[in-house]
């Protein structure tokens, strides 16, 4: 099983900036994609970005330009930096990471807690 840790939501002004971070732990996993949703009110989730382990990030039209996806494979933490913030970015965001055993070519989807973001003034 893998474990996900979000962290770095809050309440900020329009054209602020945040950093989201997601930790991934878990015995003899290897995690491949890793990626950034969101989920505001009365909506479905949405993907806001996603990274591969080697490779190209690939972002949802509305953050392009505003935010930036990474990771860190050696600490298996993804960052969102969020910057140029508006209210329509608020929602909650979900980390997700795609993931297997070392010893398998299954792969398993894991879901973070959810952390908070509200931009407003």
């Known amino acids: 099983q893998v474990q996900l840790v979000e962290s770095g939501g809050g309440l900020v002004q329009p054209g602020g900036s945040l950093r989201l971070s997601c930790a991934a732990s878990?015995?003899?996993?290897?995690?491949?994609?890793m990626g950034w949703y969101r989920q505001a009110p009365g909506k479905q989730r949405e993907l806001v970005a996603n990274?591969?382990?080697?490779?190209?990030?690939n972002y949802a039209d509305s953050v392009k330009g505003r935010f930036t996806i990474s990771r860190d494979n050696a600490k298996n933490t993804m960052y969102l930096q969020m910057n140029s913030l508006k209210p329509e970015d608020t929602a909650a965001y979900f980390c997700?990471?795609?993931?297997?055993?070392?010893?398998?070519?299954?792969?398993?989807?894991?879901w973070g807690q959810g952390t908070q973001v509200t931009v407003s003034s």
């Open positions: 878990g015995r003899d996993i290897s995690i491949t994609s």
């Open positions: 990274i591969p382990r080697s490779g190209s990030a």
């Open positions: 997700s990471v795609v993931w297997r055993y070392s010893w398998s070519a299954a792969d398993f989807r894991s």
